[in-house]
């Protein structure tokens, strides 16, 4: 099994709704990734977790929250988003001491 | 920090030519190197990967890239482009010791026509 799932495919969320992002892996990966893409444009990480502690948080705005209840699941909880943070956002996976990412599908994000 | 820069933002090749999509990184010491392929409204999927075992990798779907230390490049190729090659295409590269953060190139979008 060398899937990332993520869920939901699609979401779209009111300004000042509270929603969660999914994301799975059973690869017995140890790091886990958020990262965020806009359209045309590459991905740019959000968050790295490492033996489910965050190791990096790329500044991102605190109404994003990570969350890594174990060593499968990854989650992103959001609140009160702008517009702006309308994306593509994706979830990956690797072993720590290898940095090869595999990367789920994806959850397209819309917010109104 | 390091960086990835992809030469080429669209690259359209002819069903069965050559497919050679340019990457080049900025770095002293050869960091891990990655090309990955996007199709439309999918995640990424990975290539292939340099780890400096060999210069030349090989990697899924026909593609390989050689490592080349004096240019500073990772250049992507393919003998024979087939319709389904039609992606986006990230370069990148990760630090060897900035934890296991993955920075991407710019993309090169592949267009192939019959």
């Known amino acids: 099994d060398t899937e990332v799932t993520q869920t939901p495919k699609h979401l779209v969320m009111g300004m000042t709704n509270k929603k969660s992002l999914k994301c799975e892996q059973h690869?017995?990966?140890?790091?886990m990734y958020w990262y965020k893409q806009k359209a045309k444009k590459p991905p740019e990480l959000m968050f790295v977790?490492?033996?489910?502690?965050?190791?990096i948080n790329e500044s991102v705005p605190s109404r994003f929250s990570p969350e890594c209840p174990n060593s499968s699941l990854l989650n992103l909880h959001l609140h009160a988003l702008q517009p702006e943070d309308s994306a593509l956002y994706l979830c990956a996976s690797s072993q720590d001491w290898d940095r090869k990412a595999f990367f789920g599908q994806g959850t397209r994000l819309t917010v109104v | 920090a390091q960086s990835v820069t992809q030469l080429g933002s669209h690259v359209s090749v002819s069903e069965g030519a050559l497919v050679l999509l340019r990457c080049n990184y900025s770095?002293?010491?050869?960091?891990?190197l990655f090309w990955y392929v996007q199709y439309p409204n999918q995640g990424l999927q990975l290539l292939l990967k340099?780890?400096?075992?060999?210069?030349l990798v090989k990697g899924i779907n026909g593609f390989e890239a050689e490592f080349k230390k004096s240019e500073t490049s990772f250049h992507l190729t393919k003998p024979s482009a087939h319709m389904s090659d039609a992606a986006e295409y990230f370069c990148?590269?990760?630090?060897?010791?900035?934890?296991?953060?993955?920075?991407f190139g710019t993309g090169t979008q592949l267009k192939v026509e019959l």
């Open positions: 340099y780890t400096s075992a060999a210069t």
């Open positions: 990148a590269v990760s630090e060897t010791g900035g934890g296991n953060k993955l920075t």
């Open positions: 977790y490492s033996y489910e502690k965050l190791s």
């Open positions: 690869m017995g990966h140890r790091a």
């Open positions: 770095s002293s010491v050869p960091p891990y």
